[in-house]
């Protein structure tokens, strides 16, 4: 085989890459993995406050959105969590359970990229890197059926791996590459917005929440008139809303979009499995304030600043029945409607991608062009906050790595 001749590229050298490539040459093909960026795995590095959240225990295709929300399914259960815990385990990396089976290394998120390295040399996975691919073109020559263009001069090969992520976080080499190669090749693409981000709100409906910027609060989120709901931590900032709450709730904000569909507020219970009404009853008749009431279940400057914002500053029993019934309705459905989002600086990862029906779900090659092939992020699949986003890399770039 001439030198510039491989058996698979693959472009992206992030967790699905890296996945993919390991599988690939481990099953004897010969397999060079290309990246443009001058360091690799630059996402799993930073990940999880630099210890990763590898994976969850508790994964199903609902944890994702898609526009086929059956499309995981197949890669995910081929390549289970279980089944990189257990490679997890053979390399011996320590790593605990945070909340809702959300799986971290105990000492640093490297680990995980030594890990894929090694994996990558026993396959005898080549790399060029950084190199940027320039054009890329269908050929018919022996079996080769793609002529690359990169730094590294013409490079030729029967299976094309696209797996070069989404658009999160400019700064860490994030490209539209994949999005640009799907046109190329005439597959279609859901248009990609920022998900799992903060959520910005208009300045007149910061302006009177100034007095909370800092607070961080367990809440509930949904969408309205949407069944998905997160219970988790919600942080008010001087731009609008974060924290996991807000992450979760944002992808599904987002979706909203697709097919023409229009923006709906967001919906925060600020108590939670709380039944407030049952709750505030016995002190209806009472010299008690809603603030000092509300502090058994909320951090008490918020409490405070919350109740002087609504001006219910009087003891209840000086509340009409209906101010109660307002309190009680705003405390349970805070309703509001974000302005936009932080954006890609501020996101974890990309909603839509690369159309879920251009792709078999079983190998994640194209429908329609043989031997090209998407994995990752930037295919129409993404996960909550949680691991999810990771099982998805790991899943998709295995069966991708059993075919190409
Ligand atoms: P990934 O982005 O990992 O890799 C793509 C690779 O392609 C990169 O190496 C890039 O340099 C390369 N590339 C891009 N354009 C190219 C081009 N034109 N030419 C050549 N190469 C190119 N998920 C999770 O499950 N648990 C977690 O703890 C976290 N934490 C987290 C923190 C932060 C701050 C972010 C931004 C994201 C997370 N995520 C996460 C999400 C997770 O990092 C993400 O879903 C996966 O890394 C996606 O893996 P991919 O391999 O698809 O892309």
């Known amino acids: 085989m001439n030198p510039t001749d491989y058996d698979v590229i693959v472009i992206g050298a992030g967790a699905a890459g890296m ?16 990246d443009h960026a001058a360091k690799i795995g630059e996402r799993i590095r930073i990940s999880g406050g630099g210890r990763c959240n590898f994976t969850n225990r508790n994964i199903s295709a609902e944890n994702f959105l898609s526009q086929n929300p059956h499309f995981a399914r197949s890669a995910l259960a081929r390549y289970s969590q279980f089944d990189f815990i257990k490679l997890v385990q053979r390399y011996r990396i320590a790593y605990h359970e945070k909340t809702s089976g959300q799986l971290f290394c105990d000492d640093s998120a ?6 894929l390295r090694a994996e990558c040399d026993a396959g005898g996975v080549q790399w060029a890197q950084p190199c940027s691919v320039h054009s890329i073109e269908q050929i018919d020559d022996n079996g ?3 002529e690359l263009m990169t730094d590294h001069g013409t490079l030729r090969c029967q299976s094309l791996v696209i797996a070069s992520g989404g658009l999160a976080i400019p700064k860490l080499g994030a490209t539209p590459f994949g999005y640009k190669v799907a046109e190329q090749f005439k597959l279609p693409v859901i248009a990609p917005k920022p998900a799992l981000v903060p959520l910005a709100l208009a300045t007149e409906t910061l302006a009177p929440l100034e007095a909370l910027a800092g607070a961080s609060l367990d809440v509930a989120t949904h969408c309205e008139d949407q069944p998905r709901e997160f219970r988790e931590g919600m942080l008010i900032t001087h731009r609008g809303l974060s924290g996991p709450a807000i992450l979760q709730i944002s992808s599904y904000w987002q ?23 049952d709750w505030i009853a016995p002190h209806r008749h009472s010299k008690i304030t809603l603030a000092s009431l509300l502090a058994e279940h909320l951090p008490k400057r918020f409490a405070q600043e919350w109740c002087a914002l609504h001006n219910w500053t009087k003891p209840l029993a000086e509340h009409s029945r209906r101010d109660l019934d307002s309190m009680i309705s705003t405390l349970k459905s805070w309703t509001l409607m974000p302005a936009g989002t932080l954006g890609y600086a501020k996101a974890e990862v990309t909603l839509g991608g690369v159309d ?19 994995i990752g992020e930037v295919v129409d699949v993404t996960g909550w906050l949680g691991g999810y986003n990771f099982q998805w890399a790991w899943s998709s770039g295995w069966v991708a790595g059993q075919y190409a």
């Open 19 to 34: 996945m993919c490539a390991a599988q690939a040459g481990q099953r004897g093909r010969r397999v060079l993995l290309i």
């Open 255 to 277: 979706m909203q979009e697709y097919g023409g569909g229009k923006k709906r507020p967001i919906v925060i219970d600020l108590l939670p499995g709380v039944n407030a009404a």
């Open 110 to 115: 490297r680990q995980i990229i030594d890990m």
């Open 356 to 374: 879920t029906n251009a792709l078999s779900s079983k190998t994640m090659e194209t429908k329609t062009i043989s031997g090209l092939y998407f």
């Open 144 to 146: 080769l059926r793609f």
